[in-house]
Each structure stands twice: as C-alpha cells, then as structure tokens.
C-alpha cells in the first residue's frame, strides 16, 4: 500500500519553463514532508522540507505548496535549468511511528535546453 | 566532511548466496537508517538504528534479511539465501539524532542476484 502516491511518473520542460510534480497522503499523523533529488548512481539528497502548519516554502527556484485539508502538496521548480533534470521523490514522516520516512514512486524531470 | 559512505557500490551474487552490504553513517551520526530502492520505485524503508539497537524492524521483509551496528558507527545489512527478488539498491541514511529532520543518504549498494 503506496502511503503517499506521486505524480507524475516523468515529466518534460523547456528550459525556463515550470515544473510542477504533486504528491497525496491520507495519514493524519504526517507531520513532515521533505522532497528529494536523485540523479543517476547517487543516493536521494534533501532538496526542500515542509511542517504542515505552514501553506508554501521557497527557497530559491524550488517552492513547496502545502493543502492540509486535501492532504496534497507539490513541488514547483521555477526557472528550470537542464541541471535540474533528475529524479524527484517526495516523502512524509509520521510522528507516531519512528523516523522512517515513506517516499512517494519518483518523478523523471527532464529539462530541455 | 565525508558523507555517507557505502560498499561495495555493486556486488553480483548467486542466488542462494549470503551477502553483507556495509554502511559508514556520518561522523557523529547516532542515527542510521536502510532503505531498498528497486527499479524505478521509492526507497522503502527497511530498520533504524539509534546508536547500537535496532529501534524499528519493522521494514525487513523476512528473517533472511538481518543488520547490526555493534559500536554505534559502521551498520552491516546481512541476507542470507539470496533470491533474485532481492535485487535492488540498498541505501543507508544517517542523522545527527533520532529526533533530527533530515536523513543524508549515501550513493547506495547496487545488488543483483544471479
């Protein structure tokens, strides 16, 4: 059972353009939502984290929206740059079971120049 | 300073075979997590480490897979009676402490079971 589902599976940009990947959840007890970025042969790297008593975080091009009542947030990446082309994951991290984090079946972005 | 490091970073087996994958956390980090990442998939959480207990098995899939952390640094993942369904990335995450955000993951140990 997928505890947070992801879409979409790959997604192509123009340079410039924005990116926009969305991510669900129905466990209440979530209460922190990290995005990584992976790109190919290297492990996940903290891109952008979010508590739910927050609606946005930007850092940068990268913003997080956050809908508590829908139980949805997204990542948007501004400006995106061919470097951005990576694999993107969101995830979520309950505070009743430990510290494991359950990350969403990955975003492909690709960037074209 | 020096990340999370893994190794091997690829390692063929048969299977039947036993395997260990060994993880170096973070210096300082007390927390040590393993995550398995098949093709095109998630990583999904495998056990926790805080220091040299196992706090959540609750991941592993069976008693084949196995992983201890005996001095609270270099955490080793064991499976025994490899099975070709086992193939995947094994990644390992470190923290400065259980309670902390952020998980920092090494570049991961390719497995492939034959």
């Known amino acids: 059972q997928q505890q947070v589902k992801q879409s979409p599976q790959s997604l192509i940009v123009q340079k410039g353009g924005i990116s926009i990947i969305n991510c669900a959840y129905e466990?209440?007890?979530?209460?922190?939502f990290p995005w990584y970025q992976q790109f190919p042969g290297k492990g996940p790297a903290l891109l952008i984290a979010i508590r739910p008593d927050v609606s946005e975080k930007k850092e940068g091009r990268f913003t997080i929206s956050f809908n508590k009542s829908a139980k949805q947030f997204s990542l948007h990446i501004m400006d995106s740059q061919p470097g951005d082309s990576a694999t993107y994951f969101c995830?979520?991290?309950?505070?009743?079971?430990?510290?494991?984090?359950?990350f969403g079946t990955g975003t492909s972005l690709t960037v074209i120049p | 300073g020096a990340g999370v490091s893994q190794t091997p970073s690829n390692k063929v087996t048969e299977k039947g075979k036993y395997v260990e994958l060994r993880c170096d956390p973070i210096s300082g980090h007390t927390a040590l997590y393993w995550y398995r990442q098949s093709l095109g998939q998630g990583p999904e959480f495998l056990i926790y480490?805080?220091?040299?207990?196992?706090?959540?098995d609750s991941g592993l899939p069976n008693d084949r897979f196995f992983a201890v952390r005996p001095e609270g640094s270099v955490s080793t993942l064991k499976i025994q009676r490899t099975e070709r369904g086992d193939s995947a990335v094994y990644l390992c995450?470190?923290?400065?402490?259980?309670?902390?955000?952020?998980?920092?993951f090494g570049p991961g140990t390719r497995l492939t079971v034959l």
């Open positions: 995450a470190s923290s400065r402490t259980s309670g902390s955000d952020e998980q920092f």
């Open positions: 995830a979520a991290r309950a505070w009743n079971t430990g510290n494991q984090f359950y």
């Open positions: 480490f805080q220091g040299t207990g196992a706090a959540d």
């Open positions: 466990n209440t007890a979530f209460d922190y």
